[in-house]
């Protein structure tokens, strides 16, 4: 986009804290190629702005980002608050996984609002998750998943559990539930992430006992070394 090049160029990388660009969904035609999203190379003009602290991009393209993608962005903007990213069209399903959303917690400690589909049909392994999310992000409290994919509801409330321990909202905007192509699989995958929002709060109860038995345990343990 001719917007990022001339940002790039006009101010310091210091002074932009806030973007956003927005528009309307392009009307579908038959017969007509879907305009191509924006992607990372597009979005790597906005590297040098690491004081961005909110960034809404929602072109009527969408955005097209893998899980590399978003380590590089969050890399590139480690003070973010809000990060807000439009889908692609629904014949594009999202190629960012939730592997992102384990990037964006460790670089950027302080979101707290994100809008981003993602393909949450694969859950990382919840060990492997764990003991990082103990050091991670407890900022994050929204998240608006669009169409994003799900089969398990249990497994990733689990593992967003792990992650973000304040995140209590997970929601469908209505520019996606109001879309005039939905279909019935659209609905049962809301369905299951309404499951997930429901699921998090006993997932959250369950991490803190663990980690009360954790403490008690590692107490135990001192006090057998000091005795001996």
């Known amino acids: 986009m001719q917007i990022f090049s001339s940002l790039k160029q006009r101010l310091p990388s210091t002074l932009l804290t806030h973007i956003s660009i927005t528009s309307k969904t392009l009307p579908r035609r038959a017969g007509h190629l879907e305009p191509p999203a924006i992607t990372i190379k597009t979005l790597e003009l906005l590297f040098d702005f690491t004081y961005?602290?909110?960034?809404?991009?929602?072109?009527?393209?969408?955005?097209?980002?893998?899980?590399?993608?978003?380590?590089s962005l969050a890399n590139a903007w480690p003070y973010l608050e809000r990060l807000s990213f439009r889908a692609r069209s629904r014949n594009q399903p999202p190629r960012a996984t939730l592997t992102s959303l384990l990037h964006l917690a460790e670089h950027c400690?302080?979101?707290?609002?994100?809008?981003?589909?993602v393909d949450a049909s694969t859950v990382p392994p919840i060990e492997r998750s764990v003991h990082r999310a103990r050091v991670l992000q407890d900022t994050l409290v929204q998240w608006t998943i669009g169409r994003s994919?799900?089969?398990?509801?249990?497994?990733?409330?689990?593992?967003?559990?792990?992650?973000?321990?304040?995140?209590?909202?997970?929601?469908?905007e209505a520019e996606y539930s109001d879309d005039e192509d939905g279909n019935e699989g659209d609905e049962e995958a809301l369905s299951m992430w309404e499951d997930v929002e429901m699921f998090l709060p006993k997932c959250r109860e369950i991490r803190e006992e663990e980690r009360f038995w954790g403490r008690q345990s590692q107490a135990r343990s001192r006090a057998q070394s000091q005795e001996l």
Do not use: W, Y
């Not at 400690?109 to 589909?117: D, G, T, Y």
């Open 52 to 71: 961005l602290t909110s960034v809404e991009l929602r072109p009527p393209t969408g955005i097209d980002v893998t899980d590399d993608d978003v380590l």
């Open 109 to 117: 400690p302080e979101l707290q609002i994100l809008e981003m589909m």
């Open 149 to 172: 994919l799900i089969t398990s509801p249990l497994q990733v409330a689990r593992f967003l559990s792990a992650i973000f321990p304040e995140l209590d909202d997970i929601n469908q």
